[in-house]
Structure formats: structure tokens, C-alpha cells
């Protein structure tokens, strides 16, 4: 994985499923870039309709989360890495506390319940923490 | 992103007197930029809210509420649930994009607002999006709304 310094980069692996590496700052203006990311892959990997609209809102939920959590004038860092049967997305910022995003009730509650799974993770980094969140989603919905 | 409240006429305190302006023709908002204009169309601020009358204060929002936009909703509601003589909120969400628990938490906290203050609430119209995530959040019930919702319409192709 690598990291570029324009907003985004697509890794072509042998295997043919292309990465792609977004990198935007921690802002709630920025959010709506990555939900129409996420809802872009979803579509190419021929996601059905209620898939790519699933995927569309747990990135807006898990990026959201972040963006509340992160520093100011932090970076938000947010990986596709698609595969024949599901997309798995990585976020992840830089943080001044170690709060699990599951903290908020609602918000993972919506979360998990978009997600075919999703996990959260807090570790220390340089003077503060990384507070990250990993969700997988498949081509199917699971709703109705 | 423009908000457009009724602009009744502002009454003395206790809003005892009888609706002095009932109705006022809706103000549609004219976006800053057309999408034959050059450059891009910024994809946040992409909100847009009007209001008009009191028995209730009818809300109609289009576009997409999130963490950046959510605030705009919130003043919207809390100025439509302060209208002098307006009796409750009628939100009407059926040009909502998108709407996800930042949203969701300022329709929360109107339908309280309007508890407390003896005012109706009532999410009138939602898209399918909306209607999805008040299922997801277990707030069919408490946003009242229930019902099926406006069937044979696809969903909009996402870009």
C-alpha cells in the first residue's frame, strides 16, 4: 500500500482488483467525497442496488465517526481493497484521545448493522493515537 | 446553501393573537451555481431547505444531510419550531439524497423540542434512503414514521 500525495491512487494488483488509497483531511466536507468513492467502487464490482446503497452509508457512518474523532487539520486515510466477492474498507486518523468509535450508540449501531462485519481498533502513535475502523461489505444486501 | 423561514410577522410574547399572516408563498432558493457554470460543482453544502406556514410549519429538505450539512437542518427546525403561532413541524424529506445519524440525531431532537413545546411532528414524506435508515436506527416509531413508503420508484442510480 502506498501513499501519494494527490487525493487519491489506484494499485493495480496481478489478480486484476485495482486499491484504491484516498487520502483527504479530517473534515466533515469531506465526507461526502468518500461516500461517492465507496459508492463508485460498489458499482464497478457490480454491487447490487442495495449493496452500493449499504456501502455508501457505513463509509458515510464509519468516516463520520473519524472525522469526530480526529485532530483538526489531521488527515483522514481511507483504503478500498475490493475483491471478487466483497470490498473491505480501512479509515483511519490520527487522534488526541483514545475513544472507540463504538462509543457512540447510534452511530455504531447503524454501523454494524450496514456492514457484513466491522471492526474498530485504538493503538498509540507518536503523542497521541490511531484510532481506526476496518468494515467488509458484500456485492449482496443482506436487508429485507 | 440558503434557509428560508416563514417570515411572519414577529408578535408579542405568548403568540396569543390569531395567525396574522397564515401563508406565504414558498420561496424556492436559487443556488450560487447552475450546473452550466464553469467549474465544479462543490459536492458539500449540497443541502437545500424551505419552509412555509404555521398550522403546521411545513419543512420541505432536499439534497444530502450529514456531518457537514446537519447543522443547517437544526436551525432550520428550531426556527420552525419557534415560529410565533406555528402549532408543529411538518418535515418533508422526499428530495433527500442522503441523510445518515448526524441527520437522524437533529430529527431526534426536534421530535423532543416539539414534544416539550405542545407541538405536532410529523416526518411526512421520505425517501427510500431516509425510510432505510430510520428502520436501521429503530426510529420508525418515534419519528412516526410508519406505513409503506412511495413504492415503484427506483432508487436513483448512485454516480
Redesign the interface.
Known sequence: VSESNGDASALVHPGGDAEVDVRVSAD??????L??FA??I??RLDFD?DA??DL??AV??AC?LL??AGRPHGALRCTFQPSPDRVTVRAAVAASSPTLPSA?A??W??LT??ADSVTENVEPAGDGHRVSIELVSRPTGV?R | VTVVTPAVAASGPGGAEPLVEPLRESCRMTPLRRPGDAGPVR????VQINSEGTDPVVVSVSG?I???TSGQLETALAEALAVPGGTGLRLDCAGVD?I???G??VLIAARGKADQDGRTFTLAVASD?VR??VE??GLSGVLGLSGPGPDAQ??AP??
Open positions: 466533515a466536507g469531506q465526507v461526502s467525497l461516500r461517492a459508492a463508485s460498489a458499482i442496488v452500493i446503497e455508501r452509508m458515510d457512518e463520520s472525522v469526530r457512540d447510534l452511530s449501531h447503524i448493522s450496514l436487508r | 459536492e458539500d453544502q449540497s444530502e450529514d456531518l457537514a442522503f445518515d445519524s448526524a437522524l440525531r434512503q432505510r435508515l436501521i436506527a427506483p432508487t448512485v454516480e
